[in-house]
């Protein structure tokens, strides 16, 4: 059974360009999460799709958005790239098993921003 | 908001050495899971407890879900260099109604020397 896939693995951007990020989820997994992760704030919850309707958000700003397709697979996009948007960019697929949500997650698509 | 706080934030021990990792809050959790992640990997899902008081073991760790579903450990006995790595707790909203939101520790960087 294949895992979560991200791509880009890594990308270099320079301030004020925009960003689209994809994810592929899990087989079967129609709930797809995705996480902003950085040495100071850790892991940040972003925004999470299900059947191509976003169900949740986190705190950030309207830069940051997302999609899903019918085929479950997403994507992000942050547009005007700040130099504080550099992080590891987390992906998520998720079922609901033995009382609790479970993520799995993918490698990443590790973003710097010059 | 509710916040996960996890100690301690890092811990170089020997090898054999035990330790224990804590995860409070003043928030109930539905759920209370803990992830290991490596370097350039997301992270993987180690245990899900989610009844107030439960206790898991996996091999060489225990996982223990307080009975107020505020607060968990983790403790590892006999701690080998292959458990060195970021550990992180997530607790699942109790409203279940998450979607796919986790909240974060900022997690503890454990090093094992051999």
């Known amino acids: 059974k294949a895992g979560v896939t991200q791509t880009p693995r890594y990308l270099i951007k320079t301030r004020g360009q925009q960003v689209t990020l994809s994810c592929s989820p899990i087989?079967?997994?129609?709930?797809v999460s995705w996480y902003q992760q950085t040495p100071g704030q850790g892991l940040q919850f972003l925004f999470e799709?299900?059947?191509?309707?976003?169900?949740n958000k986190g705190n950030f700003p309207g830069r940051f958005s997302g999609r899903q397709f019918s085929n479950s697979r997403s994507e992000m996009n942050v547009s005007t790239l700040e130099l504080g948007d550099s992080a590891l960019y987390l992906c998520a697929s998720s079922f609901q098993g033995g009382g609790a949500n479970v993520l799995t997650f993918g490698a990443g698509s590790r973003l710097t921003v010059l | 908001t509710q916040l996960l706080e996890q100690s301690p934030q890092f811990l170089s021990i020997q090898e054999g050495e035990n330790l224990t990792v804590y995860c409070n809050s003043s928030s109930v959790f539905s759920s209370l899971q803990w992830y290991r992640q490596e370097p350039g990997e997301g992270p993987v899902l180690l245990v899900t407890?989610?009844?107030?008081?439960e206790v898991k073991k996996l091999k060489r760790l225990t996982f223990q879900f307080g009975d107020a579903r505020k607060d968990s450990s983790l403790h590892i006995t006999a701690a080998q260099p292959g458990d060195t790595g970021l550990y992180l707790c997530?607790?699942?909203?109790?409203?279940?109604?998450?979607?796919?939101?986790?909240?974060f520790g900022q997690g503890t960087i454990l090093t094992v020397h051999p």
């Open positions: 087989s079967g997994h129609r709930s």
């Open positions: 407890v989610v009844t107030g008081g």
């Open positions: 799709y299900f059947s191509e309707t976003q169900r």
């Open positions: 997530a607790g699942e909203d109790y409203e279940g109604t998450s979607y796919g939101k986790l909240t």
